[in-house]
């Protein structure tokens, strides 16, 4: 007798699924990414300039309420649009992709796996809030620790339309810099993570595929609506108020240049923690240090910027809370402030 899971309408259904899935990726990201970075490249390369600072003048980074409300409704204007897609794929990988395949690819802790993770991630070009509920839902498919981590940061950390920004805007050096940390931090922090949850991914991977089979059973629309409506309750209120709570601290984030010596140790331990907390949309981080450098900023907070002020958030952490262990987020967010100081140190000898 043939298993149903085997069985050719099944296999055409997975067929169809995962056909809709790639579709909706697709068609969205060339919506919400693709196509406006075309168009933003071609602007970097002839001005120089892909926008100004959503921090405004650094002059100006006194405490108000006017303020505050003013950059939570510029930072939701320019990413509402791909939190929705965030929300709208994290729900469908756990609807459309079988879990078996999933598993069986990104289920390991390995370094392929962690690798085939990272690598997925560069066609995404999303922020780190966005693609939070990306990497949530590849958590509940049971996708290990290092792999759903390396998709989550190589987001934003590799997004290779932002490397291309930076090219124009601010110098190959900078890229080169980002490239060289960033690395370190998706692939090799990613695959370190795995140590801190040894219990995250059995062993037995054909057992909790066997498993995982079972749970993808159902109408696939009725999986959908919970799995979407699970997501939505709990990702909206919770980015929405940690966004305001940043936007809150922000004033006392970044030291304003003026007052301070722009170039110092203490002064790079500080961005790269600043940076860390602090959120932002894709490619804000090059504006911003354009800002702060015309300010008078250092080479090296400026370096610091460069990694942690897109690599993660204090709204994505609390994003991706329930998906990854306590324990693997304090690694995380150790790690970016470390390499985030190491990248400044090395911006202060080559930028």
Same mark, same amino acid.
């Given at each position: 007798?043939?298993?149903? =899971? ?14 809709? %899935?790639? #579709?909706?990726?697709?068609?969205? !990201? ?54 929705? !897609? ?23 802790? +390995? ?7 990272? !690598? +997925? ?9 966005? =693609? ?11 996708? @290990? ?5 390396? %998709?989550? !940061?190589?987001?934003?950390? #590799? ?17 080169? *810099? ?8 998706? %692939?090799?922090? @990613? ?20 498993? =995982? ?27 929405? *108020? ?7 601290? /922000?004033?006392? #984030? ?22 860390? *907390? ?43 809370? /329930? ?19 190491? @990248?400044?140190?090395?911006?202060? *000898?080559?930028?």
């Amino acid at each position: 007798m043939n298993d149903p =899971a085997t069985s050719p309408s099944s296999s055409k259904r997975t067929v169809l699924y995962v056909a809709l %899935f790639l #579709l909706v990726a697709v068609a969205g !990201l060339a919506y919400v990414k693709w196509m406006p970075y075309y168009g933003k490249s071609l602007t970097a390369a002839t001005t120089h300039s892909i926008g100004d600072s959503i921090l405004g003048d650094p002059a100006d980074s006194g405490f108000s309420w006017a303020g505050t409300w003013s950059y939570v409704i510029s930072y939701f204007n320019a990413v509402w649009k791909a939190a929705i !897609l965030g929300i709208l794929l994290g729900s469908l990988v756990q609807v459309l992709i079988p879990s078996n395949w999933l598993m069986r690819v990104l289920g390991k802790t +390995s370094f392929g796996s962690t690798a085939i993770g990272g !690598l +997925s991630s560069l066609p995404g070009m999303m922020c780190t809030c966005c =693609a939070a509920p990306v990497a949530a839902g590849l958590r509940k498919k049971n996708v @290990s620790v290092g792999a759903a981590l390396a %998709f989550w !940061l190589g987001n934003p950390v #590799l997004n290779p339309a932002v490397l291309i920004f930076m090219t124009f805007v601010l110098s190959w050096k900078f890229t080169l *810099l980002r490239v060289g940390f960033g690395l370190l931090l998706v %692939f090799g922090v @990613s695959y370190l993570a795995n140590r801190f949850a040894p219990n995250a991914v059995p062993a037995e991977v054909d057992r909790v595929v066997e498993k =995982a089979e079972e749970d993808d059973g159902g109408p696939f629309f009725a999986r959908w609506m919970k799995s979407l409506g699970t997501m939505a309750l709990y990702v909206l209120p919770t980015y929405f *108020l940690s966004v305001l709570v940043i936007a809150l601290v /922000r004033p006392w #984030l970044f030291p304003l240049v003026a007052d301070v010596s722009p170039n110092t140790v203490l002064m790079i331990v500080l961005f790269a923690i600043g940076g860390m *907390l602090f959120v932002i949309p894709t490619a804000a981080e090059i504006p911003i240090i354009q800002t702060f450098m015309s300010a008078g900023l250092g080479a090296g907070p400026a370096g610091a910027l460069l990694l942690t002020l897109p690599a993660i958030s204090l709204p994505s952490l609390l994003l991706v809370a /329930r998906s990854f262990p306590r324990k693997v987020l304090w690694f995380t967010a150790g790690s970016v402030v470390l390499l985030g100081i190491a @990248s400044g140190l090395t911006g202060l *000898l080559v930028l």
